[in-house]
């Protein structure tokens, strides 16, 4: 089976620019997380996806942050403006519905804010 | 909070050696789970053990699960090269609450 596929895998942006990630889950797939790791530290859950609607977000930070999945299917993280602080690595991770483990997860995209 | 916090941070090892890491947390747990994430690469899932297990096996790889000490080990037996990655725990509290992850220990193999 395709894994979860994410883009762009590298992005240097400026600060207070705005930046967007895509994530495309494995088929069938009905959960999609967005994680952001810092560099040395794990995975911090930002958004959890049940299909089309938004399980949990409460690490998501709202006044920047945005993320969508209309379709149920791939979605979009936002950043607008970008701070200096959000330099991570964003994953994006899939799961079958109901299920917490094991997440499949993609390569990442590496945010650098200048 | 129920972050499990690896211990140690970081160990370097010969190859053939076993490496043990070690997982504790705070609250209450449905299941641990171990994953692998090599240098620039996303985490990829090892084992999932149940709160109601205490052992498993998986290849080379031997995970514990001690739910009154709060604490979970990683044994990786005849560690090789490619073996060098950081390994992360995750536990799971049940409900809707989210997988969380620990800070990772950073393994280095030596060849």
């Known amino acids: 089976e395709a894994g979860v596929a994410q883009s762009p895998r590298y992005k240097i942006i400026e600060k207070r620019q705005s930046v967007a990630f895509w994530c495309n889950p494995i088929?069938?797939?009905?959960?999609l997380y967005w994680y952001q790791q810092i560099l040395g530290q794990g995975p911090k859950l930002l958004i959890q996806?049940?299909?089309?609607?938004?399980?949990?977000d409460s690490q998501l930070p709202k006044d920047r942050f945005s993320a969508e999945r209309l379709k149920g299917v791939d979605s979009t993280l936002k950043i607008q403006p970008a701070k200096l602080e959000d330099s991570a690595v964003y994953l994006c991770?899939?799961?079958?519905?109901?299920?917490?483990?094991?997440?499949?997860f993609g390569n990442g995209t590496r945010l650098t804010v200048t | 909070s129920q972050q499990g916090e690896e211990d140690p941070q970081a160990l370097s090892i010969q190859e053939g050696e076993n490496a043990t890491m070690n997982c504790s947390y705070k609250t209450s747990i449905n299941n641990l789970q171990w994953y692998r994430q090599n240098s620039g690469r996303g985490l990829v899932h090892l084992i999932l053990?149940?709160?109601?297990?205490r052992e498993k096996h998986s290849g080379r790889l031997r995970v514990t699960l001690d739910t009154s000490k709060k604490s979970s080990s990683l044994l990786i037996t005849a560690s090789r090269a490619a073996d060098t990655a950081s390994y992360f725990c995750?536990?799971?509290?049940?409900?809707?609450?989210?997988?969380?992850f620990g800070k990772g220990t950073r393994l280095s193999v030596i060849a």
């Open positions: 088929s069938g797939h009905a959960t």
């Open positions: 053990i149940r709160s109601n297990e």
């Open positions: 991770a899939s799961s079958p519905q109901g299920v917490k483990g094991p997440l499949h």
């Open positions: 996806f049940q299909n089309n609607g938004v399980v949990d």
């Open positions: 995750a536990t799971d509290a049940g409900g809707n609450t989210p997988l969380v």
